[in-house]
């Protein structure tokens, strides 16, 4: 039985195609955070222009991740979730298999440290443009304004609303890469692909890093919360994947231009993590003046906050299938809503425990496990994603390709050894 909407026809024959792109941005904005601007920032400032086609590879990589997702999702007619509900056998007669144990253990932990980070990455733009308050108080105030939203907001106010954090990021990050005038000639030299010394993991976490990880799982939520339903949406979900993922890869492309330019010419570096971008706000207001410095600031505050309020409703989605299939109510649409008990509780839970870290230093046990799990999500995303799509869980039409199941393979070799490399740094 289909589910299609009664346009989907219409739009994917049409020229409407274009008004109807959504989810795709949504899943971009939500993607790319402070933390990601910051690690081509340093990329960009240690090695050049050299890892340019680094850049490039990870935007192809994650355009065929989340057209998996989006394949999966409408050729399918199923969440992400169904799927992993399907791979192997049930605990001792519970409806929770080893890939829904998994996702339940890394939900719960990662959203209690996300929450803490993301309201902190939201404040830190806030309090230097507004020190009246303190970077605490902001942040606090950044998550009850992300649980506000996503608690009385519907998808299509939602939708609006990242769409205009993507206008400003577009403005200010390609605003930032015009004045510092790029060296067209340099940047052109490194589309060829060379490996600096010490770049090897640079490259790496920069093919991998920039867009996504557990969000690019919600893209499937975000494709039904939009009405997109059935294999009839198929051309216009991939027109807005690649749009969505073209549009994340000018803003990488952007930032290494910056970093090369205006950091790595002066030998300047940056503090790791969101807090660069506030030393990337001084240099720019040193070099070109304080309005410069705000507008980037507005641009930093929009990055942040579209990706709390992202996670803070695409995530509560697959917490409340992740709850419906284990309650045994995976076919009641209102158990998978974001109107669900359970939806609201996990946007509960992204803010209010999170709070307590703002005001105390992170317990390292809960570090070290955050940091275990969340290296293992993109590994088990591709993975998954490749077997499910190679499976009879599909029609034989809509089954991976050559092109695809390359993609996914290397993507899934490529989250192993940056999951690895992380694990091993670890302990």
């Known amino acids: 039985m289909t589910h299609e909407g009664p346009s989907a026809h219409h739009a994917v024959a049409g020229k409407n195609k274009w008004s109807l792109i959504g989810p795709g941005i949504v899943v971009a904005a939500t993607g790319v955070g402070a933390g990601d601007l910051v690690a081509t920032l340093i990329a960009g400032s240690k090695f050049g222009y050299a890892l340019l086609w680094a850049a490039i590879i990870g935007t192809l990589l ?54 803490a980070a993301a309201m902190t990455s939201t404040a830190l733009p806030l309090a230097a443009m507004f020190p009246v308050l303190d970077l605490k108080v902001w942040g606090v105030l950044s998550g009850l304004a992300g649980l506000t939203f996503v608690w009385f907001g519907g998808y299509g106010l939602f939708e609006k609303v990242m769409t205009l954090a993507v206008g400003v990021m577009f403005v200010t990050v390609i605003g930032l890469a015009v ?36 969000t690019m799982a919600a893209y499937g939520y975000w494709l039904n919360a939009k009405g997109w339903r059935g294999p009839s949406w198929m051309a216009v979900m991939r027109l807005d994947n690649r749009v969505a993922y073209v549009v994340t890869g000018v803003f990488v492309v952007a930032m290494l231009i910056v970093g090369a330019e205006l950091l790595h010419a002066a030998g300047i570096a940056l503090q790791g993590g969101d807090r660069g971008l506030l030393d990337l706000s001084s240099v720019l207001e040193d070099r070109f003046g304080r309005p410069v410095s705000i507008l980037f600031l507005v641009g930093f505050w929009a990055t942040s ?70 290296s293992l999500f993109m590994p088990f995303l591709a993975g998954t994603l490749l077997w499910l799509l190679n499976s009879k869980r599909l029609p034989p039409q809509w089954r991976s390709g050559w092109l695809s199941n390359l993609m996914l393979g290397a993507a899934t070799a490529l989250f192993c050894v940056l999951a690895a490399k992380e694990l091993i740094g670890m302990f």
């Open 62 to 115: 994650k355009i065929a991740l989340a057209e998996a997702v989006g394949r999966w999702t409408l050729a399918g007619e199923k969440t992400i979730f169904d799927g992993w509900s399907s791979l192997g056998k049930d605990f001792f007669g519970s409806r929770v298999n080893w890939a829904g144990l998994y996702f339940g253990i890394y939900v719960v932990v990662w959203g209690f440290v996300y929450g």
């Open 179 to 214: 004045i510092v005038a790029p060296d067209i000639p340099r940047l052109l030299t490194g589309l060829w692909p060379t490996l600096p010394e010490g770049s090897a993991f640079y490259t790496m976490g920069l093919i991998g890093g920039v867009g996504g990880t557990i």
């Open 305 to 374: 906050f579209s990706s709390l309020l992202g996670v803070w409703q695409g995530v509560s989605l697959m917490f409340a299938d992740f709850v419906a299939h284990v309650r045994g109510k995976s076919d009641d649409p209102a158990e998978r809503g974001d109107k669900s008990r359970a939806f609201k509780l996990y946007a509960l839970w992204l803010t209010f425990p999170p709070i307590a870290l703002l005001f105390m230093e992170r317990p390292f046990g809960l570090i070290v496990a955050y940091g275990v799990l969340g």
